[in-house]
Nanobody, 121 residues
Framework: QVQLVESGGGLVQPGGSLRLSCAAS????????MGWYRQAPGKQRELVTS???????NYIESVKGRFTISRDDAKNTVYLQMNSLKPEDTAVYYC???????????????WGQGTLVTVSS
């Protein structure tokens, strides 16, 4: 079994910063792409950013220059540094990863439980 556990959400004022973390646990052989999605109230879940095992990243236009994704493969962890936060960034943020378990020679998609980020004064 594999589990993704997120942390770091909370309430922040506009212009503030938060750092989300997502740690994968289990008998993990490899993690391919890792990413962060978000779902705002009344909206569909959207991919915010992702990072490959080689370190290539992509971002949606609305967060470019403000959000930074990174990963630490030794810790099976992905991070999302969010700066200059805006009220429209308010959402539940979900971690996502393609994980290969030891002895299982294929990747499977795994989701975290979500962490709420609220940007409000």
């Amino acid at each position: 079994q594999v589990q993704l556990v997120e942390s770091g959400g909370g309430l922040v004022q506009p212009g503030g910063s938060l750092r989300l973390s997502c740690a994968a646990s289990g008998t993990i052989a490899s993690i391919n792409v890792m990413g962060w999605y978000r779902q705002a109230p009344g909206k569909q879940r959207e991919l915010v950013t992702s990072i490959t095992r080689g370190g290539s990243t992509n971002y949606i236009e609305s967060v470019k220059g403000r959000f930074t994704i990174s990963r630490d493969d030794a810790k099976n962890t992905v991070y999302l540094q969010m700066n200059s936060l805006k009220p429209e960034d308010t959402a539940v943020y979900y971690c996502n990863a393609d994980v290969m378990l030891v002895g299982v020679y294929r990747y499977r998609e795994v989701w975290g439980q979500g962490t709420l980020v609220t940007v409000s004064s």
